[in-house]
């Protein structure tokens, strides 16, 4: 009698803002959620401060160990996102502009300010990666080999998640 293989994912919340208490997560019911429905067993979710060394510990555990790894925070504009450094580190590959991600950032942007050097932070990614579509702001969420990277803002994470359904 065969048994049916059971899809596992880990989850990677990062943000300091969570361990301090002054931001409250609102990302890891809704991944669930939609992660059962598509038939993938959300298996462990670890919170991980803005710590490059931290980051990199737990994607090499976490994507290791189960069949997917999604992660949220740490993919914005600022100095601490750190994400995509964290990510690229663990599979050692290089940081590399995306030219889709940095044309949807420029279109996105043209009427509201610009694509100033901070907002381009957006368009870094790991090298090889694809990206997923962001239809709640410019910035693409970022998919490489079995990682997904998410945003860390609830509604944008959300919307990513559902493009990718």
Do not use: C
């Not at 060394?53 to 740490?74: H, K, P, S």
């Not at 368009?123 to 970022?142: D, F, T």
């Amino acid at each position: 009698m065969a048994t049916e293989r059971i899809w596992t994912a880990g989850l990677l919340l990062i943000g300091d803002e969570l361990l301090s208490g002054r931001t409250q997560d609102r990302n890891l019911a809704p991944i669930a959620t939609w992660l059962n429905l598509q038939g993938i067993r959300l298996a462990e979710a670890r919170v991980v401060p803005d710590d490059l060394d931290r980051i990199v510990e737990a994607v090499d555990a976490l994507r290791a160990r189960y069949d997917y790894l999604f992660t949220t925070g740490g993919i914005g504009p600022t100095h601490d996102d750190i994400t995509v450094d964290a990510i690229a580190a663990a599979l050692r590959v290089p940081v590399i502009v995306h030219p889709k991600a940095r044309a949807a950032l420029e279109t996105y942007y043209a009427g509201r300010g610009g694509a100033t050097e901070a907002r381009l932070r957006m368009a870094r990614v790991p090298e090889g990666a694809e990206l997923i579509e962001n239809p709640a702001s410019g910035a693409p969420g970022i998919r490489v080999g079995n990682v997904f990277i998410l945003a860390g803002i609830p509604q944008v994470a959300a919307s990513m998640i559902e493009a990718l359904s």
